[in-house]
Structures are given as structure tokens and as C-alpha cells.
């Protein structure tokens, strides 16, 4: 079956811009999560919902991010104001059920560019 | 602050070597420790988890091997394969569903 997918692979933007990225999860997983990683840098945690609400936002770093999820299927990560510092890999992760031990499956990520 | 320390940061091996990745973590309440395996251009993908109520687990050429009251926990590959070569994180979960990830470790195995 289809993986966790991304788009855009690469976004290229001009600071000061508004950028949104889409996360399609695996089909039927409830739990989706957004990851920030930095070059050399391991994942860092933005925010996770449960089917349509974010159960947790707290690794959204101000009040810039903002991510939604309206069917409780797609989410879109919007960053408003782009800065030179947000440039990372954007990753999308989605797993059945929360629990101690589900396993998140990972998309393969969006690059964020701020020029 | 970092709550999950990995080391290396990068490591070579030749092929079927033994390659070792150690983590240190802070937080008792951590209770799930999976390891990541990440190729360039893809998202990071589990290879293997453990829980604090076992030592070792093995998984085909992976081991993790856990002790509790250092709180460490390491990743063994044996007989490294050129296939191998990748960045691997080691993450710990405790409480929350959100896993805290070390830093990384790049791996290349030389044929």
C-alpha cells in the first residue's frame, strides 16, 4: 500500500513569505504528526494530531506555524513570515492508533528553502 | 537541552564489521527506545524498539542492547553490509506519543 507522501518534495521560498505544506498519512491512520529536521540534527517535534484536533502543539516554535487537518486525513503545516531559520526538512509521520508502542511511519519529507 | 545524547556522530566500518552506536538519556519516564534508520532523501524508518523491562533485543543483525540503571542504550550491527550505510537515531519515549531523538549517527561501511 502507499506510504506516507509529501508535497512539495522542495519548496523554495523568499523570506518574509507565506509557504504551506501538505502531509497525505497512510489511509486509515488516525494519529499524524509533524517533524522539523535541521541539517545534522535529529527530528524535533511540531505538532500531533488526533484525527481532526492537535492533541499536542507544543513543539510549534511561535506563533508563525500553524497546521490543520479538517477530515482528520490530510494536514496542511503553514508558516506565515517566512525566515531564513525555518529552512529544514519537514517531515510528516503517521501511525494507526497513539499508543506507547505504535510505530510512526514517516514521510520522505519536505525541504524548506527561505532565501 | 538535550535530553537523548548519540554518539558517534559518524562512524566507518568494513564490511562485516561491527558497528556500535551508544545513547545516553535523562529522563526516567522514558519507557520505549526505538532506533531510526534514515537513507538520504527518505524519512526516517524504525528498525528496532525495546522497552526497559529487557536487556537485549535481537532482530536478524541488529541488537539493541539496554541498561536501565546507567541509562544507556546502544545499537549493534554485526557483519556490517555496504546496504547498511545510513543515519541512525536513537529516540526514547515516555508518557507522550511523541518520541525525543538523538542527533544522529552516519554510518558507512566500506566494501
Known amino acids: 500500500g502507499a506510504g506516507v507522501s509529501q508535497t512539495p518534495s522542495n519548496k523554495v521560498t523568499e523570506k518574509g513569505k507565506y509557504v504551506e505544506l501538505r502531509c497525505d498519512p497512510i489511509s486509515g491512520h488516525t494519529a499524524l504528526y509533524w517533524y522539523r529536521q535541521s541539517l545534522g540534527q535529529g527530528p524535533e517535534f511540531l505538532i500531533y494530531?488526533?484525527?481532526?484536533?492537535?492533541?499536542?502543539d507544543s513543539g510549534l516554535p511561535n506563533d508563525r506555524f500553524f497546521a490543520v487537518r479538517p477530515e482528520g486525513s490530510v494536514s496542511t503545516l503553514k508558516i506565515q513570515r517566512t525566515e531564513r531559520g525555518d529552512s529544514a526538512v519537514y517531515l510528516c509521520a503517521s501511525s494507526l492508533v497513539p499508543s506507547g508502542t505504535d510505530t510512526q511511519y514517516f514521510g520522505p519529507g519536505t525541504r524548506l528553502t527561505v532565501l | 537541552q538535550q535530553q537523548v545524547k548519540q554518539s558517534p556522530q559518524s562512524l566507518i566500518v568494513q564490511k562485516g564489521g561491527i558497528s556500535i552506536i551508544n545513547c545516553a538519556y535523562e529522563?526516567?519516564?522514558?519507557?520505549?527506545f526505538p532506533w531510526y534508520q534514515q537513507f538520504p532523501g527518505k524519512g526516517p524508518a524504525l528498525l528496532i524498539a525495546i522497552r526497559p523491562d529487557v536487556s537485549e533485543k535481537k532482530e536478524g543483525r541488529f541488537t539493541i542492547s539496554f541498561n536501565k540503571s546507567a541509562k544507556q542504550f546502544s545499537l549493534h550491527i554485526m557483519d556490517s553490509q555496504p546496504g547498511d550505510s545510513a543515519t541512525y537515531f536513537c529516540?526514547?519515549?515516555?508518557?507522550?506519543?511523541?518520541?525525543?531523538f538523538g542527533r544522529g549517527t552516519s554510518l558507512i561501511v566500506h566494501p
Open positions: 529522563n526516567t519516564a522514558f519507557d520505549y
Open positions: 494530531f488526533q484525527g481532526t484536533g492537535a492533541a499536542d
Open positions: 529516540a526514547a519515549r515516555g508518557g507522550s506519543y511523541i518520541p525525543t
